[in-house]
């Protein structure tokens, strides 16, 4: 049975930058390409980024793009997301989620293993 558990959420001010990391365990991690979602209060789970499983392309919503970068570490089974540049509407949890395969799943029903989120509160 696979885990995803997030870590590095916290409270920062506009302008500034924070990493959250997520751990796989129980599965290989290099078999999964992998996505963030956000979900503010209130408001629809948002897709934040992927990445394939072998880390050679990203993508991700015009929301973040140039601000946030996804990364990964196969042989730590641990994905990044690296935010800079943080705005008061960044303010969500942060959930992680992986399917198998190479490529960046389209949508979110298809992720397979979910993590239990991490708050990131951007203070104005």
């Known amino acids: 049975q696979g885990q995803l558990v997030e870590s590095g959420g916290g409270l920062v001010q506009a302008g500034g930058s924070l990493r959250v990391s997520c751990v796989l365990s129980?599965?290989?991690?290099?078999?999964?390409?992998m996505g963030w979602y956000r979900q503010a209060p209130g408001k629809e789970r948002q897709y934040v980024g992927g990445?394939?499983?072998?880390?050679?392309?990203?993508e991700y919503a015009d929301s973040v793009k140039g601000r946030f970068t996804i990364s990964r570490d196969n042989a730590k089974s641990t994905l990044y997301l690296q935010m800079s540049s943080l705005k008061p509407e960044d303010t969500a949890v942060y959930y992680c989620?992986?399917?198998?395969?190479?490529?960046?799943?389209?949508?979110?029903?298809?992720?397979?293993?979910w993590g239990q989120g991490t708050q990131v509160t951007v203070s104005s």
């Open positions: 989620a992986g399917r198998e395969g190479f490529s960046i799943p389209t949508m979110q029903s298809t992720y397979e293993i």
């Open positions: 129980g599965r290989t991690f290099s078999n999964y390409a």
């Open positions: 990445i394939t499983s072998d880390g050679s392309k990203t």
